[in-house]
């Protein structure tokens, strides 16, 4: 089950922003075996996809997917020096797939920044530099032990330590991890040490709630952030964290009516959902039938059989064939019977790789 986990300086609006995540979240009835921590919201993924599946098999239920976020608070100047819940903070970091930096781009007098100012570049800035200590503590960790290693003649020494000089280079002038250009062969070499400015990061900088409609275009703090987070490859969800804790408090058909009425058409929490989906190269792909039609969470490139595995492993260790329609044509026939008469539902073997909006049927061997 993937995670995301939600950090930023205090004072930015993460609780804001995770109270809206879990006001919003999933129904619990659909994930019974997950324990939920405190920290911890589940969001289903929005796909409009499953409303069409369930009106074309008229199915009992639907389960959209879903995903974790996670609210790591903690995090201040000095983290990696033990200042404030310091390393246990950058412990959590540790676990999740991917980051959500929250930084704050709205204005308001009455809320005081810890900084003394808006300044969304210093802010992202301070972060960074707390994730590249943690990461330059672990790397001379393992440099150290390579030189032993070396020295006993463990020929891979030599390749991992090459690595690290690269990595250390960069981190030395504050750059992070994922910002250093490596081979495959490079990133393998290093993949068990989990640096924690490797993980895939986008920014959700919070705007005024005034201003939702047009921040991501006119806000000049989410322009800076923009330019900074493309020089990473990184993403930017300009969001208010403020307005989705009150859209979270609405009911679907209100909540439709509060975002047309601000010109939105979608929010932000969607936005932020789709974005970190992306983030993690991550795809759909959909069960339909009477009983119930739902999405299934992939990473891309994955072949029939793992996919079959995210439903049972039963059916991953007996799988023979997958049926399968793309989700276009099958609205298009309008029916799994007329798709079939087209010729639209094939028959895939082990090594096909499933397409985002494959609706899926698995045969196989009990
Ligand atoms: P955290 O310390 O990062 O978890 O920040 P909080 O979520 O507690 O937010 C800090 C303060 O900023 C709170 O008083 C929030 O109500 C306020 N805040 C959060 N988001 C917004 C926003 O979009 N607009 C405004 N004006 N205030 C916000």
């Keep these: 089950n993937l995670e995301v986990g939600i950090v930023g300086l205090p004072n930015v609006g993460k609780s804001t922003l995770f109270n809206a995540i879990t006001k919003a979240g999933a129904e619990a009835a659909n994930y019974p075996f997950c324990t939920i921590e405190p920290n911890v919201g589940i969001v289903d993924v929005p796909d409009q996809r499953l409303q069409v599946l369930h009106e074309m098999y008229n199915s009992k239920k639907t389960t959209p997917a879903a995903f974790r976020f996670v609210d790591i608070a903690g995090l201040v100047k000095g983290a990696s020096q033990g200042e404030g819940l310091g390393n246990k903070f950058l412990e959590h970091i540790r676990q999740v797939d991917a980051v959500a930096q929250v930084v704050r781009c709205f204005e308001d007098g009455d809320i005081t920044h810890v900084e003394g100012s808006i300044d969304p570049i210093r802010d992202i800035e301070i972060i960074n530099t707390e994730l590249c200590l943690a990461d330059m503590e672990v790397l001379e960790r393992r440099m150290q032990k390579l030189v032993k290693l070396a020295k006993a003649g463990v020929k ?3 390749a991992e330590q090459a690595v690290l000089e690269k990595i250390k280079a960069a981190l030395d002038e504050g ?3 994922r910002s250093v250009d490596l081979t495959e062969d490079e990133l393998a070499l290093i993949k068990e040490m989990n640096f924690l ?3 895939p990061t986008l920014y959700v900088a919070n705007v005024g709630e005034d ?3 047009t921040a991501d275009a006119e806000n000049p703090y989410v322009q800076k952030v923009k330019e900074y987070a493309a020089t990473e490859g990184a993403e930017v969800v300009a969001i208010s964290a403020r307005v989705e804790s009150e859209i979270a408090e609405l009911d679907e058909d209100e909540a439709k ?13 969607e936005k932020l959902i789709h974005a970190a989906f992306d983030l993690l190269g991550l795809m759909t792909f959909l069960t339909a039938g009477p009983d119930e039609c739902r999405a299934w969470t992939i990473v891309k490139g994955t072949v029939a059989p793992k996919a079959a595995g995210k439903i049972h492993s039963d059916i991953e260790r007996g799988f023979i064939r997958a049926e ?3 989700f276009d044509d099958l609205v298009a026939a309008g029916s799994t019977a007329a798709a079939r008469e087209k010729g639209q539902v094939r028959l895939e073997g082990k090594d096909y790789v499933m397409q985002d909006g494959d609706v899926t049927y698995f045969r196989f061997n009990v």
């Design 257 to 269: 009516e509060f975002l047309h009425e601000m010109g939105l058409e979608q929010s932000g929490l």
């Design 211 to 213: 201003e939702v409609a």
């Design 197 to 199: 400015t490797m993980k």
């Design 175 to 177: 750059r992070t991890v």
């Design 324 to 326: 399968i329609v793309s």
């Design 156 to 158: 891979e020494a030599k």
